[in-house]
């Protein structure tokens, strides 16, 4: 809006109207009339808008009597969006006489066509379930690797230590601008106070835009949009998820709280990981929710063992220890392995195991499945390219093998850094084309599509 632009930005947008003056189009923002509204335990005017509907006849339009109506919570907004706290309610018309029950459904006397699909996913919809698997997969990965350096700054173990809280700091936030060299410096001098206060930001910041609770407010803004799409119980599980952060953020750090929230985050993530799992039917809605949840875990996946096992990293024990740990992997490594910690067998489990339901494997090999169950209703969708992206993922892990992944030419694994970027390149074309085939409404990019970099 005008009012609310910069001299800078109010300045460029004149010099554009100037230039091409046509495009644009100029309208009033008008003043909400205002109803009685019941809220706080009294009545209160508040701003409101009614949407009509209007609809077909052989005569022309015709407006729909009522409508919905939404109340705001506050005065002065220059919009009223679910997202800024309005209520919906319906608008009812009392009506002169008798109402007729006339109904386009089919009467409850008629015996009903057996059926094993509901109605059809919008490409809207189809979006959002499939950004839904995606935020919730990244926030329940963040949660986790927070966890692990959080876990390395306490003192009740001899284990933990803050050079390992310094060295996964190193590897997994710095490059993606989620910690400061300063704070990375001091905690390997031994002193992590700084380090404790931005991991804290992190975890529990509302306003820290790369922070965790920025990620849940993402699950939950996305799952409002697929609401009726959700069973209650996946409902609830997502509002327990996403609105699960302490009420008020302790004066200082506290490690130890903050680990209790993240382990009980974690469990709600893995809750909601069951249910979308055990309890949605077989349909589209599941289809896309779950291609987002695969590619998701794949990138981070791979995120992960790149940072911990190239070049840049340091003690490869201790690397590899952390990556089991934040893959949930570790109790099955330790059972094969009796805890012997080498980079072949840490890559095969990670990379190459379809039994793991946490390696990249598996995501390639439920990929490779699911883009089968697309549906082809358009040239481009009958061309399957997501078909040829998703084969070719998994036949390149199928093809590897561990032993030569972890040879190392001088400091880099050179095979694993080829296979990394690979599988990276095809995560991404994958996604980009599911987009691009199913999603063509929308042409907003949305957070995080793009592959990590480093400082991005």
Not at 41 to 56: C, E, H, Q, S
Request: glycine share 6%; charged share 25%; with cysteine.
């Amino acid at each position: 809006m005008g009012a609310t632009l910069s001299v800078d930005a109010f300045a460029k947008l004149a010099r554009q109207i100037g230039l091409r003056a046509p495009s644009f189009v100029a309208q009033e923002m008008p003043h909400f009339a205002t109803v009685p509204a019941f809220q706080d335990g009294r009545l209160a005017p508040r701003p409101m808008a009614l949407r009509v509907y209007a609809a077909w006849t052989p005569g022309g339009y015709t407006v729909m009597p009522g409508g919905l109506a939404r109340v705001a919570r506050q005065d002065g907004l220059p919009a009223m969006n679910m997202q800024s706290g309005a209520a919906s309610k319906d608008t009812w018309v009392l009506a002169d006489g008798p109402v007729d029950l006339f109904s386009l459904l089919p009467s409850p006397s008629k015996p009903l066509e057996i059926r094993r699909s509901g109605e059809e996913a919008p490409s809207r919809a189809m979006d959002n379930l499939f950004w839904l698997g995606r935020y919730a997969e990244r926030a329940e990965d963040l949660g986790r690797t927070l966890r692990a350096i959080i876990l390395r700054l306490g003192d009740d173990t001899g284990l933990q230590s803050a050079a390992m809280a310094a060295a996964l700091t190193e590897s997994l936030l710095v490059p993606l601008g989620r910690a400061t060299p300063v704070a990375l410096e001091e905690a390997r001098g031994g002193d992590v106070t700084r380090l404790a206060v931005e991991l804290d930001s992190l975890v529990l910041n509302p306003e820290r835009g790369d922070g965790l609770q920025t990620l849940l407010r993402d699950v939950a803004r996305t799952a409002w949009n697929v609401r009726d799409r959700l069973s209650v119980d996946a409902w609830r599980a997502i509002e327990a998820l996403s609105a699960h952060a302490p009420d008020a953020r302790p004066l200082a750090p506290d490690p130890a709280g903050a680990k209790s929230y993240l382990d009980d985050l974690v469990q709600r993530a893995a809750a909601l990981s069951g249910l979308t799992s055990e309890n949605m039917t077989r349909s589209r809605n599941w289809l896309f929710l779950e291609l987002g949840r695969r590619i998701e875990r794949g990138q981070t996946l791979i995120w992960l063992i790149r940072q911990l096992s190239g070049a840049q990293a340091r003690g490869e024990s201790e690397n590899l220890t952390l990556a089991l740990e934040i893959a949930d992997s570790a109790m099955t490594y330790r059972s094969r392995y009796f805890g012997i910690m080498q980079l072949a067998p840490v890559l095969d489990l990670l990379l190459l195991d379809e039994s793991n339901p946490r390696s990249l494997a598996f995501q390639a090999s439920r990929l490779a499945s699911l883009v089968t169950q697309l549906p082809r209703a358009n040239a481009i969708q009958v061309r399957g390219l997501d078909k040829e992206i998703a084969i070719a993922l998994y036949a390149r892990l199928r093809q590897a093998d561990p032993n030569i992944l972890a040879k190392a030419e001088g400091p880099v694994q050179v095979e694993l850094t080829l296979l990394l970027d690979f599988c990276t390149t095809m995560l991404t074309r994958l996604s980009d084309v599911v987009q691009q085939n199913y999603f063509r409404q929308s042409t907003r990019r949305r957070t995080g599509s793009a592959p990590r970099k480093e400082g991005a």
